[in-house]
Every structure is written in structure tokens, then in C-alpha cells.
């Protein structure tokens, strides 16, 4: 029984958050905008194949890490219960979103749409807004030190090289 909540909150997380972000909000612009639209070929649909798989890789390393340290979604309504600080949380405060702007950069290079280009800009300006507004003051009121002390050592969307070595 347990496994089969863990697989209904993880299903529901993923649909509701990137798989909109992906699917539903770029196909629901495109239908809206009557914007036609086709597979490119050349080196912007390698690019984008690229960028894509990176992307979820990136996801799906990042979200197993929500499962396994954080006990937890990357669902605001069922959120990690402990700070993850490790692999690329090591590099970047919000990697799980770098991987949903990767995937949805590549959309755009694989389908020349602009509508989907507008959609990301929508998005990214949105999310640049939550997560220092919301989100981060979440994150300090719920793991307090250990959040203000990662926030200060680790980037919020640009990587750093070295990884930071919490104590």
C-alpha cells in the first residue's frame, strides 16, 4: 500500500508540475495561436535533442533525490521533509527548475514555434518571481540555519563551478 501512495504522490507532482510546464501549457498557446508548426532538422533539432535528454536527466536525478533525502515531492503541497543539499543541489539552489528550462529551451529549438518561446518567457519571468517570493521564504522558515547558510553558499539559478561542501 505504501508504495503504491508513493507512486500516486510522485505521479500526481509530475503531472500537475513539469508536465504542464511541457505539454499542456505549449500545446493550449499553439492551438490558441492557430501557430503551425513542425520538427526542424539540422543542428537546431540536435541541440535540442541534446539539451532535452540533459534536461531529463537532470530531472530525474534531482527528483530521485527528493525521494530519497528529502522524503518528499517537489510539490509545494508535499514537500521534502529534509534539506537536500547533495549532488546537483551542490551546485545550484533550484536545479529541478534548470532542468524544466533546458527542456523547454529544446522544445523551442526542435519547433522553431514562437508561441512556445513566448510561453517560456511567461514561465521564466513567473518563476523568477515564486521562488525568491515564495518559495525561499518557505524553504528558511521550514529548515531556518541550514537554508539561510545553503542560500548563502549556493546560487539560485547560475551553477558554481566547485560544489559546496556543507558541514
Not at 83 to 91: K, N, S
Amino acid at each position: 500500500m505504501g508504495n503504491i501512495k508513493t507512486v500516486s504522490r510522485w505521479v500526481r507532482a509530475i503531472v500537475i508540475l513539469p508536465f504542464n510546464a511541457l505539454v499542456t501549457l505549449p500545446a493550449a498557446a499553439l492551438w490558441l495561436s492557430g501557430e503551425k508548426f513542425a520538427l526542424v532538422g539540422g543542428w537546431k533539432f540536435a541541440v535540442g535533442c541534446v539539451l532535452f535528454a540533459g534536461g531529463l536527466a537532470l530531472a530525474v536525478w534531482t527528483m530521485v533525490l527528493f525521494h530519497r533525502i528529502g522524503k518528499g515531492t517537489p510539490a509545494p503541497w508535499d514537500p521534502p521533509r529534509k534539506l537536500v543539499v547533495a549532488g546537483p543541489y551542490r551546485h545550484v539552489r533550484n536545479p529541478m527548475l534548470t532542468s524544466v528550462f533546458a527542456m523547454q529551451v529544446a522544445e523551442i529549438l526542435m519547433t522553431g514555434a514562437w508561441t512556445i518561446a513566448a510561453v517560456f518567457a511567461v514561465f521564466l519571468c513567473a518563476n523568477m518571481l515564486y521562488f525568491p517570493l515564495v518559495e525561499e521564504r518557505e524553504l528558511l522558515r521550514r529548515f531556518g540555519a541550514d537554508y539561510a547558510r545553503y542560500k548563502a553558499n549556493v546560487p539560485r539559478y547560475i551553477p558554481r563551478l566547485r560544489p559546496w561542501k556543507p558541514l
